[in-house]
């Protein structure tokens, strides 16, 4: 495999830095293709602790040239602060390892302040944004008013098209909101202090990987948020608004369909989520206090604590069918340790009494379902030196075969610890 794409399978948060951190070893070029620093993607090497927001994890490698493709949206007053944390901590950030899309469209200050106040003005139906500006700054890319990165090569016609958005903005601002306007002056000012740096690592993403390509290279596209998150396939309005599925890579990053070769879904052995929104196996008992508190569910963006519940084989075989999954990495199975029993909802029991295991799209059906639970024995621990699939206990080889039939594919990879050797290879990539 050449061309892989990894993406989430559940509410974000599954692990993807972790995985992408041990690919990234073997592949040449690490893309991200959609969604902005709403993403938090852990990487723990030893007693370091690194959390990324708009980097690829492939940062962390030495050879690994990194991408953000035309499908992400880019703050860059937090892209600099991110380079500058990783410089900080020794890694090498320049234009020669990190490469970003002319065409990116820019999160700019007023986008922020869109997307506090829209969440102030739906009150009880607020989303629980990370409140990073990301849904604004996607609205107006859709409706052909937003600033690229290649907009900044002009500081005339930026201005221009800036001062035409705050206008809008502000009267939205002033009439429905009721709040205070905003400056173009406070716009430019903050864009000016970072314009000069970010210029150079500009490109043509798509090009680059075209090149790339004929030169036989490795690329891994690294997805953030979940395919429940996905604004067309996931529990919408409670969504982000970006395609976090597989697809979105093609689009996010310029490459054809017939150019990937395999797409890995990441997934918790167990189900977490940040925000708003239904959740049919979440636990509001001891045992969700319980896996929230092992696992440190605690959002990596924004420090919310996250609910908890257990898997959700509905979901994941839709989201195992809507990404194309090739390939299961399962994460975070010592949290599920001492658990005597652990569950797998494998069907959906509507008000009508009616079971089924199809997945529903309308969020005021799913707030009305009842999981239905297989119930399997767990497992006392997971002990450190396992390093095959083999030496793992039984009721956890059970589980993940259990996981392969409900999902219709294979388990790849296992994560067991969140430390960059805790990780278990059963088919290895590239
Ligand atoms: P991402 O957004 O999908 O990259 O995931 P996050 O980084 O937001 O959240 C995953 C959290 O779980 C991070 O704190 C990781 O360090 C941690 N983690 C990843 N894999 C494992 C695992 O197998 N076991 C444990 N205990 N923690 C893990
Ligand atoms: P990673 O890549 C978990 C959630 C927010 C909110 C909804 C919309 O780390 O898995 P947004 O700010 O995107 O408009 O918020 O999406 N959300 C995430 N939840 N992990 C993420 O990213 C998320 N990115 C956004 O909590 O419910
Ligand atoms: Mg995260």
Same mark, same amino acid.
């Given at each position: ?8 399978? &559940? ?22 293709? @959609?969604?902005?620093? #709403? ?42 602060? !991110?380079?500058?944390?990783? @410089? ?24 922020? +302040? ?22 604004? *700054? /996607? ?44 400056? /173009?002056? +406070? ?12 210029? =150079?690592?500009?490109? #043509? ?15 891994? %596209?690294?997805?953030? @948020? ?23 890579? $093609? ?15 990441? $997934? ?24 929230? &508190?092992?696992? &440190? ?10 609910? $908890? ?30 658990? !005597?029993?652990?569950?797998? *909802?494998?069907? /959906?029991? +509507? ?6 295991? *199809? ?7 799913? !707030? ?6 297989? !119930? ?6 997971? =002990? ?12 956890? @080889? ?19 610890? =969140? ?9 290895? %990539?590239?």
């Amino acid at each position: 495999m050449q061309n892989i794409v990894l993406v989430g399978t &559940q509410w974000g948060d599954e692990g993807k830095g972790k995985i992408v951190d041990y690919l990234s070893e073997k592949a040449d070029y690490v893309v991200r293709f @959609q969604g902005g620093n #709403n993403a938090g993607h852990t990487v723990i090497i030893g007693d370091q602790k690194i959390v990324l927001h708009f980097i690829p994890s492939g940062i962390l490698r030495q050879n690994t040239v990194c991408m953000i493709g035309n499908g992400v949206v880019v703050n860059i007053k937090a892209l600099f602060e !991110e380079v500058k944390m990783l @410089q900080k901590l020794g890694f090498q950030v320049t234009p020669e390892n990190l490469r970003i899309s002319e065409n990116a469209h820019l999160i700019l200050p007023y986008h922020i +302040y869109m997307d506090i106040l829209a969440e102030k003005n739906r009150g009880d139906q607020k989303i629980g944004t990370t409140a990073k500006g990301i849904g604004p *700054a /996607y609205a107006d890319k859709i409706s052909r008013t937003g600033i690229r990165m290649s907009h900044l090569r002009d500081m005339k016609d930026f201005e221009q098209r800036v001062r035409y958005n705050i206008e809008q903005k502000n009267t939205l601002i002033a009439h429905l909101y009721k709040d205070e306007v905003i400056e /173009y002056q +406070y716009v430019h000012d903050e864009i000016i202090e970072f314009r000069d740096w970010v210029l =150079p690592f500009l490109t #043509n993403v798509s090009t680059e990987l075209r090149q790339a390509h004929h030169k036989g290279k490795k690329v891994l %596209f690294e997805g953030a @948020q979940g395919t429940s998150l996905d604004i067309d396939h996931g529990t919408y309005p409670f969504v982000t608004s970006s395609n976090t599925v597989a697809g979105g890579a $093609c689009v996010g990053a310029g490459v054809g369909p017939t150019m990937i070769d395999g797409v890995i879904g990441v $997934c918790k052995a167990y189900t977490t989520r940040v925000g708003s929104g239904p959740f049919p196996t979440e636990l509001m008992d001891e045992v969700g206090k319980a896996i929230a &508190q092992k696992g &440190q569910e605690f959002g990596a963006t924004t420090g919310r604590p996250r609910r $908890c519940g257990w898997l959700d084989g509905v979901f994941l075989s839709h989201a195992v069918w809507v990404n194309g999954v090739t390939d299961l990495a399962m994460t975070k199975l010592d949290v599920l340790s001492g658990f !005597e029993t652990i569950k797998i *909802a494998t069907s /959906y029991r +509507y008000p009508t009494g009616v079971t089924s295991n *199809a997945f529903v799209s309308e969020n005021d059906v799913l !707030e009305k379902v009842e999981p239905v639970y297989e !119930e399997l024995s767990g497992w006392e621990v997971i =002990p450190k030196d396992c390093t095959s699939l083999a030496q793992m206990p039984q009721t956890v @080889q059970k589980f993940l075969s259990r996981v392969e039939e409900i999902a219709g594919t294979r388990v790849s990879l296992l994560s067991t610890g =969140p430390d960059r050797r805790d990780q278990i290879v059963i088919h290895d %990539f590239f």
